[in-house]
């Protein structure tokens, strides 16, 4: 009996902690030999062996065989009873391989109970913006800001949230929360933190906070063409036409297809009456971007303004229809549905408004969902 109850321990605890540790050697360099020893360790555990799941999961990962990678995690009976550490890992691999449904349940698997728990629900977060659930980017963000304010990582992903979303004050209120403790936030953070919080500045109105944002942003990198765009964006708001176009000429001397400029040097040839510049500009950025409803309506008020009222009608229709879409994609990002029909129709409706808005790889990453 003693011979029977060692062979076996050897057999089903030994001989798998063996295997697994040799694949563990072999992961980085050999991954496919490294699979090969996770699945005969397996085995030899009856199946009963979720660190070598775990690594066999990312060994799939690893060899590019997603839905793989994501068959063996789903087999682990209890995933939270592995260390936080090692689901947070494969969540991270899983995401940059794009594997979104391995990420997410790796990162709930993360108990309550645990010190990472925190992050993990933050990388959840960013996890459902990558997929444009944003109303469950809000939902987990309230959770963990109930329990702790000073969370700036959840407000700088509650605030991009809250942009798609089209509720610029909220998104402002929540950047300007993440800021408070920018400190605790990554560099690249700061900066788009910083860089959103110029945009939404402008949008609102709100020069004199657009204008310290800048110069904050100023003092920490220097400044790339679009916040260039931006300051000129600013200056024609205080009044400053000639500077702002000097900057614009300046960004298209450098890069003459900028389509962001060119749009923004016909809004400064428009207020100065230079109608034919400004047409030319608008319809040059028109024929790159049939969706950009601000060009057609700023081609349309020029083509008003020049007697011209039929065809200035057309993009004043164009800009209507392109509006509602845009109303459309907010009201259908607001939903969803427990039903996988009904959430099949609005993932796949959201998809094709997407492209027809000129955004190709959020309507590819939807696809992807589709129920």
Request: proline share 3%; no cysteine.
């Given at each position: 009996m003693l011979l029977v109850a060692g062979y076996w321990f050897w057999q089903t605890q030994l001989e798998p902690y063996r295997l697994y540790r040799q694949a563990e050697q072999s992961f980085e360099q050999?991954?496919?030999?490294?699979a090969e020893l996770l699945n005969?360790?397996?085995?030899?555990?009856?199946?009963?062996?979720?660190?070598?799941?775990?690594?066999w999961s990312r060994t799939?990962?690893?060899?590019?065989?997603?839905?793989?990678?994501?068959g063996c995690f789903s087999t682990i009976p209890h995933p939270e009873r592995l260390p936080a550490d090692q689901l947070l890992m494969l969540s991270h691999e899983a995401r940059s391989a794009g594997e979104f449904l391995l990420a997410t349940l790796a990162l709930k698997a993360v108990p309550a109970t645990s010190a990472l728990y925190v992050n993990a629900q933050e990388q959840?977060?960013?996890?459902?913006?990558?997929?444009?659930?944003?109303?469950?980017?809000?939902?987990?963000?309230?959770?963990?800001v109930a329990g702790n304010q000073d969370l700036p990582l959840t407000a700088y992903l509650m605030a991009r949230a809250y942009e798609q979303l089209a509720d610029p004050v909220s998104a402002k209120a929540f950047y300007k929360s993440a800021l408070q403790h920018k400190n605790e936030l990554s560099s690249e953070a700061v900066d788009i933190t910083l860089r959103r919080s110029i945009r939404l500045a402008l949008q609102l109105g709100e020069f004199s906070l657009a204008s310290q944002y800048i110069e904050e942003l100023q003092s920490r990198t220097e400044l790339t063409i679009d916040d260039q765009l931006s300051?000129?964006?600013?200056?024609?708001?205080?009044?400053d036409m000639d500077t702002a176009m000097a900057i614009v000429e300046q960004i298209?001397?450098?890069?003459?297809?900028?389509?962001?400029?060119?749009?923004?040097?016909?809004?400064l040839a428009f207020d100065r009456r230079d109608d034919k510049k400004a047409e030319q500009d608008f319809r040059e950025v028109l024929q790159s971007q049939p969706w950009n409803k601000g060009a057609h309506y700023k081609l349309a008020q020029v083509l008003q303004r020049?007697?011209?009222?039929?065809?200035?009608?057309?993009?004043?229709?164009?800009?209507?229809?392109?509006?509602?879409?845009s109303l459309r994609v907010v009201q259908l990002q607001q939903q969803t549905f427990s039903d996988p029909v009904s959430e099949r129709q609005r993932v796949t409706e959201l998809a094709t408004l997407y492209s027809e808005l000129g955004q190709p790889r959020l309507a590819a990453q939807l696809r992807q969902q589709v129920p």
């Open positions: 050999e991954p496919r030999h490294a005969a360790a397996v085995n030899q555990a009856s199946g009963d062996y979720p660190e070598a799941k775990w690594l799939f990962l690893r060899l590019g065989q997603r839905q793989e990678a994501l959840l977060m960013q996890v459902r913006l990558d997929e444009g659930r944003f109303l469950d980017v809000l939902a987990i963000g309230k959770e963990l300051q000129a964006e600013l200056l024609r708001a205080q009044g298209l001397d450098q890069v003459p297809t900028n389509l962001q400029a060119m749009e923004l040097r016909g809004t020049t007697s011209r009222t039929d065809e200035a009608e057309i993009h004043f229709r164009e800009n209507r229809r392109l509006t509602e879409l």
